[in-house]
């Protein structure tokens, strides 16, 4: 191969040694139930050498309410951490200095509000906003597409992305303000080349709302990031990795004349949760391998491996050690990390990376024709639930094997598991909330909430009068449900 690692088109890889000098990041997703119950979750994982923290919110978070509302009863911290409040961001990350780990933060919809809640957090410890690092995924274009937890119409929910994008620019550098994510699209069941070429369209979308918004292209797009899945096909899933990082920096340099540094695609990669299985699930452990292999050998930045028992509960403690115990091993014991892009010029690899890009490419040029990402949502969902329906049609009649579903199958008792008592949670929660609502003064919450408003109405930057709402204890439900009076929500 005449390409090198660290060089245009980055095929091979971001930096010219990669893992030769450090690892990956090891950034499990945690969260459930309370903030107190996650933050023993970080402490736990951070003690067994955990390099990142990346947080999971519950549905109600996602979905812009309060954990007191109607809607959010019976949901509350069941699939992720229940976040109100500052309040509560003082819980999850008690004893935890911000300028000290890089966070995630897989939230969409309203991201806005709990970037304002992190960086609120950080002046109340006394952290400089120059020195806040990680990541809110703040891709909604994807929400619209194959996951559903989108609250606003379209146009208003990309003012918000820009909205991050101009405020992270500024104020917070080593911030990445959107994490373009190809997970949920792959997990919803698309295929390869469709996880790259939607997801890199929704890329597009948003370098062109950046850019209609103001800013420059090196002012934003050496801080995007982007978000893929790991799923069994060991070098299909390495030769994805390499083709969308190719395919992202031709785009940006053909288009938009971008730098070396901007062209750079980052991504971060969890494995893949819709190929585990209920049935035998130990048998999880070795798919989670493979797919963590697949991510390694294909350069990403960071990683999630999933518990083994993610398909029947939220991960034990016990699954959540092995998952990072598995790439405390890939990274000390495979060898892995001695070369920058390992299967680099393997006749298999570059065809596959080849095949990949061009069938992304031809997904990229539909779409446009269609008139961009934000007009082809349908045309996406239509692709996804066509290759789902392929995919289950397969394992159904016997062409595409699963062990322990349709091939190699046995009775086994379930395992034992104890769920958290979600009742109590809840009722915790909602008791916090209710006394924190009638403990503040009302009437610099209604100004703070004017504020907001006053700003959707306008083309005013969202994130500041956020950040001075939620330090008043505005709620994430009350920010959001004064942008749905302004807005309306989105009925698609």
Known sequence: MTEEAGKYPFTRGIYPDMYQGRVWTMRQYAGFGTADETNERFRYLLDRGQTGLSVAFDLPTQMGYDSDAAMASGEVGRVGVAIDSLADMRRLFDGIQ????????????????????????????????????????????????????YIYPVEPSLRLVSDVIAFTSREIPKWNPVSISGYHIREAGSTAPQEVGFTLANGLEYVARALDSGLGIEDFAPRLSFFFAAHNDLLEEAAKFRAARRLWATLLRERFDASDRACQLRFHTQTGGSTLTAQQPLNNVVRVAIQALAATLGGTQSLHTNGYDEALSLPSRGAAKLALRTQQILAAESGVTRSADPLGGSYYVEALTDEIERGAKEEIAAIERLGGAAKAIEYMQHEIQEAAYRFQMEIESGERTVVGVNAHTEEEPPPELRPPDYSSLERAQVERLVALKGARPSGAAGEALERIRGAARSTENLIPPMIDAVKADVTLGEISDALRGEWGSYDG
């Not at 966070?103 to 919809?109: D, K």
């Not at 304002?116 to 597409?145: F, H, I, P």
């Open 98 to 149: 911000l300028d000290a780990v890089s966070t995630s933060m897989t939230i969409n919809a309203t991201a806005p509000i709990l970037l304002a809640l992190y960086v609120a957090l950080g002046d109340e410890q006394g952290v400089s906003r120059e020195a806040l690092a990680g990541t809110v995924q703040n891709d909604v274009l994807k929400e619209y597409v194959a996951r559903g937890t």
